[in-house]
């Protein structure tokens, strides 16, 4: 089974962060996570992913600072993704999970 | 000293440049919403600037944030840390050294800047829970309406290829792949954008589609939901609307500051005190430009020009109450202009030879020229001293 991670970083006190993991294939939410407040720093580990699955990672939520995001784990590329959120949030971002 | 000098002012410009590339760095959209007035009063990260630098008198000042030396001293762990501190972050030590056209300081001062109370800050103040609960509720119905638009346009997409025979299996899931790839991008593009008419035709049509509206209300029954969608569907950007009006009303609210400063007149052997106060808040519709209540007071001991040898008889006490008005915004709602009124009373304290009060009216009127750079034009009107007209006197600077 494959897993991916996020590390979440925020040095904002008022913070509403949702991650949805959903297969592709078929529109499925494997994953949902509710994040809220002062979080500092987290790390959300999805696990059980079936191996060479596309899924795709949505992040929505706010922020009245910054959200720094990184998704890394089992997945195709080996490079992680990273990316700086503010304000209204909502991105989606696409992983294959590896062999 | 003309070293002493010359290295001080390339430390300050060195350091200067490095900061300024921090400052890019921070959270700084949500501080749009700040005035010209209100950025006066505060250093943001770190401010330096040499002036007159080929007239006779040339003036080095640096102004850093307490944070700012914090990250210098423990780096950007410390930053992050110290980040959710309001004083830390707008609390500020300030030095500035008056050369002569060779090099040699005549005059240093140096001072802090102490943030008593700052509820300007969304940064590090909690928003309300009815504030944040609107916040939370207009990005939750985007991203409903975003994942259901998505999935509606997949059904429709994997219909019309199921009766394309000349497909087989891989090529469909192929194009229903690269739908849904366009389908998240455009909905990207629109949101980074603020901007819905940047949405994809398919996505347009699908956003009118009753049949759509029942699948979404089937998954998502917020009461919001309606209002949400009729704003997408006229390319409103709402959770970036609730957002910014969450931000304008925190712009609202009261700051108030304490700087004192010591000086020393080099030449003349000569010190100087000052202790100020500044105070500021916002009130007026959260619909129109902004209004700022601003009242200050000012001490200073220094010393009386007219007599020759050192001396701390010129004492003069300083209060001014004024408000200040944005004129215009750009659709960002950052201040591009603004207008200044207030009226001020000075009293020499002591046993001060000559005029031992005045009180005058000004006003000034601010015009972003280009990013941080403003052009102030101030009209000062003395009552007691002036003619019909009063005393004018006009002066355009520009800084920050």
């Known amino acids: ?99 | 000293m003309k070293k002493i000098l010359l290295i001080g002012g390339f430390v300050l410009l060195f350091t200067g440049h490095l900061f300024a590339q921090d400052i890019t760095a921070l959270p700084a959209k949500i501080d749009q919403t700040k005035t010209a007035n209100t950025k006066d009063i505060l250093t943001s990260f770190v401010q330096s600037g040499i002036d007159n630098l080929l007239g006779e008198k040339r003036n080095f000042k640096l102004s850093l944030s307490f944070l700012a030396i914090d990250s210098l001293v423990n780096g950007n762990k410390a930053e992050r840390k110290l980040n959710r501190k309001s004083f830390f972050r707008n609390s500020s030590l300030n030095l500035n050294l008056l050369g002569d056209s060779a090099n040699h300081i005549d005059k240093w001062s140096a001072g802090l800047t102490l943030e008593l109370i700052n509820k300007k800050d969304i940064k590090t103040n909690v928003v309300s829970s009815k504030n944040w609960g609107e916040v939370v509720a207009a990005t939750n119905d985007y991203h409903s309406i975003r994942k259901y638009a998505v999935a509606y346009l997949k059904l429709e997409v994997k219909n019309k290829l199921a009766i394309d025979k000349s497909l087989d299996g891989a090529q469909r899931a192929h194009l229903l792949d690269h739908a849904e790839l366009a389908a998240e991008s455009s909905f990207d593009l629109a949101f980074e954008n603020k901007d819905f008419k940047l949405l994809s035709s398919e996505l347009q049509h699908i956003l009118s589609d009753p049949a759509f509206i029942v699948y979404l209300k089937n998954a998502n029954n917020s009461s919001t939901l309606d209002n949400a969608i009729s704003s997408m569907k006229a390319g409103i950007h709402l959770p970036n609307v609730v957002f910014q009006r969450v931000a304008q009303e925190f712009s609202r609210k009261p700051l108030w500051i304490m700087k004192p400063t010591v000086s020393y007149d080099r030449e003349h052997k000569q010190g100087e005190y000052l202790l100020e106060s500044n105070f500021t808040t916002g009130f007026g519709s959260l619909e129109r430009t902004p209004w700022e209540f601003e009242a200050s007071a000012k001490f200073l001991i220094g010393a009386d020009s007219t007599i020759t040898s050192a001396n701390y008889k010129n004492r003069p006490l300083t209060f001014s109450v004024g408000i200040n008005k944005v004129l215009l915004e750009n659709e960002n709602k950052e201040s591009r202009a603004e207008f200044k009124f207030f009226s001020q009373y000075s009293y020499k304290v002591g046993d001060y030879v000559g005029r031992k009060d005045e009180f005058s009216l000004n006003s000034t009127i601010r015009f972003n020229v280009y990013k941080a750079i403003w052009l102030p034009i101030t009209i000062k009107y003395d009552p007691k001293n002036g003619n019909v007209f009063g005393f004018f006197s006009i002066t355009a600077n520009i800084g920050n």
Do not use: C
């Not at chain 1, 996570?33 to 696990?47: C, H, N």
């Not at chain 1, 060479?52 to 089992?74: C, F, H, R």
């Open chain 1, 1 to 99: 089974m494959k897993k991916i991670i996020i590390d979440v970083n925020s040095d904002a006190v008022n913070n509403t962060l949702n991650v949805e993991v959903i297969r592709r294939s078929d529109d499925v939410v494997v994953f949902h996570k509710l994040l809220e407040g002062d979080f500092g720093t987290a790390q959300i580990d999805v696990e059980n992913l079936d191996a060479q699955t596309k899924y795709k990672i949505a992040v929505w939520g706010a922020t009245t600072g910054k959200i720094e995001l990184s998704i890394s784990g089992d997945i195709q590329d080996p490079n992680p993704i990273e990316r700086e959120l503010e304000e209204a949030l909502d991105k989606t971002f696409f992983v294959e999970t590896n062999h």
